[in-house]
């Protein structure tokens, strides 16, 4: 299986910052990279699919890149409603499409 | 706009079967080309994928489950569900269901609310 490495597990920021969510690959997959974000108690939700593609209605704060084994999620200018968990998950050939372990995002 | 619901018992006795099923609005499993996925969370930790059953009624377990995995379809097409047997406390978990997209990059694009299952005698 792909193993996903996400970093760092935990950071603390304040509305208005930009902060940065590492995703690393153990092996090269291409541009198969989505991001989630979970609230407490709540479903993930989709944000970016294809390592850098906005989903639908997802505000334009949220962007991301990379391509092979590194990715980045950015958070610019963030919202109240932004302080959340995030994942990065695989979804490279065959199954199974192994999730990050997750970076919380708190309120410094 | 597709919706999805699990549904099932909250608390299964240790060795017993944990049997969830997810129903679908406003779609139905052929209804387009998609995954019908099972993903399940252990408190405090991340997210584990558990498996799919395709549009074309293809199913695909994760290896660390397989022996003890089942999802199948509804003739209806509106309902999945899944199937784990044997279950220990490390199956206690928030199980969620959701949709996978076959074109593009397979990303989960809805999912369910999560329902929570407790392993427990």
């Known amino acids: 299986d792909i193993q996903m490495t996400q970093f760092p597990s935990s950071l603390s920021a304040s509305v208005g910052d930009t902060v940065t969510i590492t995703c690393r690959a153990s092996?090269?997959?291409?541009?198969?990279l989505n991001w989630y974000q979970q609230k407490r108690g709540k479903a993930p939700k989709l944000l970016i699919y294809?390592?850098?593609t906005l989903q639908s209605g997802v505000p334009s704060g949220f962007s991301g890149s990379g391509s092979g084994t590194y990715f980045t999620l950015t958070i610019s200018n963030l919202q109240p409603e932004d302080f959340a968990t995030y994942y990065c998950?695989?979804?490279?050939?065959?199954?199974?499409?192994?999730f990050g372990q997750g970076t919380k995002v708190e309120m410094k | 706009q597709v919706q999805l619901q699990e549904s099932g018992p909250g608390l299964v006795k240790p060795s017993q079967t944990l049997s969830l099923t997810c129903t679908i609005s406003g779609g139905s499993i052929s209804s387009g080309q998609y995954y019908w996925t099972w993903i399940r969370q252990h408190p405090e930790n991340g997210l584990e994928w558990i498996g799919y059953i395709s549009y074309s009624g293809n199913t695909y377990y994760n290896p660390s489950l397989r022996s003890r995995v089942t999802i199948s379809g509804d003739t209806s097409e509106t309902q999945f569900s899944l199937e784990i047997s044997s279950v220990t406390a490390a199956d206690t978990a928030v199980y969620f269901c959701g949709r996978g997209a076959t074109i593009r990059t397979r990303e989960l694009d809805h999912w369910g609310q999560g329902t929570l299952v407790t392993v427990s005698s």
């Open positions: 998950q695989e979804s490279y050939r065959n199954p199974p499409w192994t």
């Open positions: 092996q090269s997959i291409g541009n198969y």
């Open positions: 294809g390592a850098s």
